[in-house]
């Protein structure tokens, strides 16, 4: 595919980096004030779900333009384009081609606007890295659904409104991805019992959710009943499809390079040590490959070709990069590597909440033994475990 922008998007390309030179200050002068201005200000431009329909709210943009705006944001660290990051990232584009039309009314605008957080019921205490295997039931009473069950490592579950769930309806045990159906659950529906899992840096961005007899009305279903598996493989995949990320772990490659820099080691700079070098240039190296594996999937959806399973090639090496910055970063600093605060602590402890926060990024949108599952099965073809 030839990349090469029309001259239509090179001025695009000008139009975001005019805005941000007039509309983004210093990371240190980023307070609420310059950020519910700046939500305003982009939602105004519709650049807040560029690439979703313009008869929805979205900003009707293409796919090659939606790249360089988020390309120049990335380079530039500016702030999330809208904040309702679960909604933009998989809710809204599976309500959009899933969803009926009062559901797009009800919730796309409201996304959008960053009106309020969603949460994502996938995971339980028994299925994880075979989400089909999930328990949590669903029964049709009338015009409502009676769900029982559990969901666990449900981010931002204390303070979301709503929650995109899984739920399993039918009783098939052949092929138990039929029997899953996708409901959009109120979080103040009474029989929802929120739990917090506090993390190994002390925050809660997980939760444990229980359902005691939780009535949901059919209204609320996404999608035909048992077709939830693929409402949710279409969701994930607007996730993993896109390539901004990368900016993201370019900067963070950028400061470990400087940290190595100035870090000593036996007597000499980090930077000059063998083994720190080579590790460095192999994170270099897949790093690459993640923007390699980003412009194939973008090729793809300009030939309009749905993107499957392939982008859980770098939600894989994502979640294995995120570790290994982390952890040379404190083996690089010796025993000054286990202090997080306090003046001997490097760079305030960043390294170390960052080696510490991991598991936000590693386990949401599927772990890795998820990703490896679907990379074998799918892609390669590999029979699947008895």
């Known amino acids: ?18 805005f941000l030179d007039e509309n983004l200050p210093p990371e240190d002068q980023r307070g ?44 530039r660290k500016a702030p999330p384009l809208g904040t309702c ?12 081609e899933y969803g ?13 606007d960053g009106a309020y957080q969603w949460c994502t019921g996938y995971s339980e205490p028994d299925a ?23 969901k666990i490592w449900t981010s931002i579950a204390m303070w979301s409104k ?49 359902f ?22 279409s969701a994930l995949a607007h996730e993993r499809s896109g390539i901004s990320e990368i900016e993201g772990l370019r900067r963070r490659l950028d400061a470990l390079r400087e940290l190595a820099r100035r870090t000593v080691r036996r007597g000499r700079p980090a930077a000059e040590d063998p083994e720190v070098r080579r590790r460095i240039a192999s994170i270099d190296t897949r790093i690459e490959a993640m923007r390699l594996n980003g412009m194939r999937f973008l090729t793809r959806q300009l030939k309009g070709e749905p ?31 286990a202090v997080a605060g306090g003046a001997a602590a490097v760079d305030g402890g960043g390294w170390q909440r960052f080696s510490l926060s991991w598991p936000e990024v590693v386990i949401g949108g599927g772990t890795p033994n998820i990703q490896k599952n679907i990379i074998a099965e799918r892609i390669l073809g590999l029979p699947k475990d008895a």
């Open 32 to 75: 609420p004030e310059f950020l519910a201005e700046w939500n305003r200000k982009v939602r105004e431009k519709r650049w807040v779900g560029f690439s979703w329909p313009a008869e929805v709210g979205g900003g009707g943009g293409s796919l090659m333009k939606q790249v360089i705006l988020k390309e120049e944001m990335a380079k």
């Open 85 to 96: 990051f679960m909604g933009l990232a998989w809710v809204g584009p599976a309500i959009i």
């Open 212 to 233: 005691d007899n939780v009535r949901v009305p059919v209204e609320n279903r996404l999608g035909e009943e048992g077709e939830g598996w693929r409402v949710t493989v």
């Open 307 to 337: 993107l499957g399973s392939e982008t859980s090639i770098n939600k894989l090496h994502r979640a294995a990069l995120e570790i290994e910055i982390g952890e040379l970063a404190l083996e690089m600093q010796g025993a000054r590597g």
């Open 1 to 18: 595919m030839d990349f090469q922008l029309t001259p239509e998007e090179e001025a695009f390309r000008e139009e975001v980096r005019a």
């Open 162 to 210: 709503w929650m995109i769930l899984l739920v399993r309806t039918g009783t098939d045990p052949s092929d138990k991805h039929k029997g899953i159906t996708c409901l959009l659950v109120p979080m103040d529906t009474p029989g929802i019992t929120v739990r917090p899992i506090r993390n190994m840096s002390g925050g809660s961005m997980f939760a444990e959710v229980f």
């Open 100 to 112: 009926t039309e009062e559901q797009k009314k009800r919730f796309i605008p409201d996304i959008l």
């Open 128 to 150: 994880g890295s075979d989400l089909a295997a999930l328990k949590c039931r669903a029964v049709r009473e009338g015009d409502h659904y009676v769900v029982n069950g559990q």
